[in-house]
């Protein structure tokens, strides 16, 4: 677990840990000096002190004695985080190219209206090392991939959780639906809380001066999600205190630091509307189409023996996917589209497939020495503006895979080494 540097076992570890260093990198330390071990690494106040000035900027908060004091604490805690995820990813063999971190660092620029190289020269005029930056993009890019490489293949969202969030859905028919952005503090530590409610309320000050919610949300948020932001939250998806602060605030506004027992929560409501209302969207169809070969000098006879060959295939019983398996048992062809919209059907097609039963095939079409044979294997119908089911499974696994990265991160640190010198 995360230690501080308190017991005479601790120091006695953290002396092992020292003793692997070259004397060249231990008169480095000295020179540096050391604000945090982790694991086999450090952190010296030198990195400490350049991350500091990077929050201050990117925060628009003053850069005094009493800022330091208030955010020191959150960005040693982000540094030792960001070590034990560069640390997993090196243990995984995952390399981040320097091209990826140039392409990050071009989407801020962009982001900014500044032009191409201008972000360094920003930094490079406030005293802070470019290098900062871009350590910081490197272990962001890192744990996206370590993410993906551990925990995705275990990642299954079944049809009964679709069904239940869709049920939810449904059930806040006429409801507020919020889109919503967050900064997340942690309180791992009872005896933080004043601390991090302190630095919470300066935050908040710093927004309503102009500071940017996305800068502020990337230097001190510890929610995982890109510039805090969390998409569309209607009843039900958050803690029911966020949900009656929400109600309460207008569009463009933050609401004051929200205590929930995990740690202190700043929501910015970036819009607002109601569920079901709008324009209903399209139904979404699966369609299989088998095709049929017209040969030249083929009789009436043989083409139909053809037909009731494939029509014997097709049952209300049965499956696309066991139809399609007795398909390639035949000389007809077939395609599959699972995500067609009925304005993408040709009306010639539309109106086939216009009355059969899921697992029905259609008359046939001919055209271009081709006989075409239709069966509608799904179809999903919108209700208002409800997210289609695949829509809902997306949600679905961003959300559950931001629970399992939060996990995995605390097994990290519980695991490691660290220790405080500051």
Known sequence: MMMLRTSFLQVLRGFAVLLLFSSASLHAQETQRVAAVVNNDIISLHDLEQRMRLALVSSNLP???????????????????????????????????????????????????????????FLKGRGIDPETMRQQIRS???????????????????????????????????????????????IDDPSREAEVRTLAERLIDQLRQGAP??????????????????????????????TRALAKLEKGNVTPPIHTVDGYHIMLLRDKRTVGQGEASEPIFDILTVQLPILPGSTITERDEQLKQVRS??????????????????????????????????????????????????????????????????????????????????????????????????????????????
């Open 63 to 121: 850069d005094t004695l009493e800022s330091r004091s208030r955010i020191g604490p959150q960005v040693l805690r982000s540094l030792i985080d960001e070590r034990l995820k560069t640390q997993e990813a090196e243990r995984l063999k995952i390399n981040i190219a320097a091209s990826e971190i140039a392409s990050s660092l071009a989407n801020i620029e962009r982001q900014n209206n500044m032009p191409a190289g201008g972000l360094e020269s």
């Open 140 to 186: 962001e890019l890192s744990w996206v991939r370590v993410v993906r490489h551990e925990l995705l293949p275990d990642l299954h969202i079944g049809e009964a959780e679709i069904d239940e969030r869709l049920n939810t859905l449904k059930a806040n028919l006429g409801k507020p639906e919020y889109l919503v952005a967050e900064i997340y503090l942690a």
């Open 213 to 242: 919610f996305p800068a502020l949300a990337r230097q001190f948020s510890q929610n995982g999600a890109a510039g805090g932001d969390l998409g569309w939250v209607s009843e039900g998806a958050l803690d029911p205190e966020l």
């Open 313 to 422: 295939i097709f049952s209300a019983d049965k499956s696309c996917d066991d139809e399609e398996k007795q398909i390639k048992q035949t000389v007809a062809d077939f395609t599959r589209a699972q995500k067609i919209k009925r304005s993408e059907i040709p009306p010639a097609i539309s109106a086939l497939i216009a009355n059969l039963r899921f697992g029905q095939i259609s008359e046939p079409l001919d055209e271009e020495g081709m006989r075409r044979l239709f069966a509608v294997c799904g179809r999903t119908d919108p209700v208002g503006n409800l997210p289609s089911r695949d829509d809902i499974r997306t949600r679905l696994e961003n959300e559950q895979i931001e629970i399992m990265a939060q996990r995995y991160l605390r097994d990290l640190r519980r695991s490691a080494f660290v220790e405080v010198r500051v």
